[in-house]
T-cell receptor
Framework: DGGITQSPKYLFRKEGQNVTLSCEQN?????MYWYRQDPGQGLRLIYY???????QKGDIAEGYSVSREKKESFPLTVTSAQKNPTAFYLC??????????FGEGSWLTVV | GQQVMQIPQYQHVQEGEDFTTYCNSS?????IQWYKQRPGGHPVFLIQ?????EVKKQKRLTFQFGEAKKNSSLHITATQTTDVGTYFC??????????????FGKGTKLSVIP
């Protein structure tokens, strides 16, 4: 079954800890994205990658890091430098026709 | 940078009433897309508009792209409770140099009162 798999779906982080959110896709799409969504708010772009081994900062990259070592995988690390990380995180891919497909998202809560 | 403004932010309607959300871009767009996010879910692609003045329909949903390709609207006729969710527009700007920029509006959250 083709799609985007995000894990974990729910994650709790202690202050000062780094956590990594996984995003795996089997759609063979080159471009991948990470968005952050706060309750009742829109989508804010954290990082994106147009191709393997290349990625660019989005609008709110501070406190986050990514890697793109494989086409299928685009993990996001939320570092301790991110002061307000509690949010819903969405991974997405883009088709050649520009359609964006989203994963089911990961809820991160700082405790 | 490119900005996409979407209004209204919230809309409450009685079931059966119509609903419209509007998007305006600060720059001329290449394409515009619309997405729907159900409560607790993730955004799902609805449609892409490409041509100036384009109008597309999906059952009770009508999508329009302005003549200047700087604005767009989504109109729902006779809303149903299944229409509840947040509707996002996304403006796409492509340049001849191969750059690609996609910017989401902040969304319109639709509530339908049965």
């Amino acid at each position: 079954d083709g799609g985007i798999t995000q894990s974990p779906k729910y994650l709790f982080r202690k202050e000062g800890q780094n956590v990594t959110l996984s995003c795996e896709q089997n759609l063979n799409h080159d471009a991948m994205y990470w968005y952050r969504q706060d309750p009742g708010q829109g989508l804010r772009l954290i990082y994106y990658s147009q191709i393997v081994n290349d990625f660019q900062k989005g609008d709110i990259a501070e406190g986050y890091s990514v890697s793109r070592e494989k086409k299928e995988s685009f993990p996001l690390t939320v570092t301790s430098a991110q002061k307000n990380p509690t949010a819903f995180y969405l991974c997405a891919t883009r088709t050649e026709g520009n359609t964006i497909y989203f994963g089911e998202g990961s809820w991160l809560t700082v405790v | 940078g490119q900005q996409v403004m979407q209004i209204p932010q919230y809309q409450h309607v009685q079931e059966g009433e119509d609903f419209t959300t509007y998007c305006n871009s600060s720059t001329t767009l290449s394409n515009i897309q619309w997405y729907k996010q159900r409560p607790g879910g993730h955004p799902v692609f609805l449609i892409q508009l490409v041509k100036s003045g384009e109008v597309k329909k999906q059952k009770r949903l009508t999508f329009q792209f302005g003549e200047a390709k700087k604005n767009s609207s989504l109109h729902i006729t006779a809303t149903q409770t299944t229409d509840v969710g947040t509707y996002f527009c996304a403006g796409i700007l492509r340049s001849g140099a191969g750059s690609y920029q996609l910017t989401f509006g902040k969304g319109t959250k639709l509530s339908v009162i049965p």
